[in-house]
């Protein structure tokens, strides 16, 4: 199994510039997240989904959206990139509420130039 | 939601030197989990423990969700063991998404 995989690794973005982070898992597992994660500091989430065709914000949506229409993929788009977007993006998936288990991608190195 | 707080905030430590780190929450707490992020950055599932005590070879983790705390046991450290830990759970009101702590630095020098 290759777990929660996220792409790409690096990216460089200038201001107004969008593009999408991928991730991808191949638990089966119902619930996947995005978090940031800013330097020296702890994990915010971004958003959640609890299934196919559901999502949810979470503590710092603004200035992202995601989609979830299957339960493999769970990409985090980037509209109009700011500054403040600079930050090392993870994405996680867990199999549900109940057994909430987090298994985490390798992470998403971003900065907004 | 809860809240998480993890002690001590930083810690360094001498190879083979035994540390507890701490993790209260500001109510009773489920799917309490402790995570490794080391220095390259990337987040290891340490222990998944709502309840009682786990090992996993020098590490060991105890929770007592009804007293709102989990410790995080490490015996003769490693330089391996530097990074950060993090502690993360769900409350009993019905959500399912985890809060996480601001972590624990730790470092061990050789």
């Known amino acids: 199994n290759a777990g929660v995989t996220q792409t790409p690794k690096f990216r460089i973005l200038k201001i107004g510039q969008s593009m999408t982070l991928q991730c991808t898992q191949d638990?089966?597992?119902?619930?996947m997240y995005w978090y940031r994660q800013d330097p020296g500091m702890g994990l915010k989430l971004i958003y959640y989904?609890?299934?196919?065709?559901?999502?949810d914000k979470g503590e710092v949506p603004n200035g992202y959206n995601v989609s979830r229409s299957t339960t493999e993929d769970f990409p985090l788009r980037l509209e109009l990139a700011a500054p403040s977007q600079t930050s090392v993006y993870f994405c996680a998936s867990s199999l549900s509420g109940m057994d909430g288990r987090y298994t985490f991608g390798s992470g998403t190195r971003l900065t907004v130039v | 939601g809860i809240q998480v707080e993890q002690s001590p905030p930083d810690l360094i430590l001498q190879e083979g030197a035994n540390s507890t780190l701490r993790c209260n929450f500001s109510?009773?707490?489920?799917?309490l989990q402790w995570f490794h992020q080391n220095p390259w950055g990337q987040l290891i599932n340490l222990f998944y423990?709502?309840?009682g005590t786990k090992q996993n070879g020098r590490l060991s983790a105890t929770t007592v969700a009804t007293e709102r705390y989990s410790l995080l046991y490490i015996s003769s450290s490693q330089t391996t063991d530097s990074g950060v830990y993090f502690c993360?759970?769900?409350?009993?009101?019905?959500?399912?998404?985890?809060?996480f702590g601001r972590g624990t630095s730790l470092i061990v020098h050789p």
């Open positions: 423990i709502p309840s």
């Open positions: 989904s609890v299934g196919a065709g559901i999502t």
């Open positions: 109510d009773s707490v489920n799917n």
């Open positions: 993360a759970g769900t409350g009993s009101g019905g959500s399912y998404i985890p809060t």
């Open positions: 638990m089966n597992h119902n619930y």
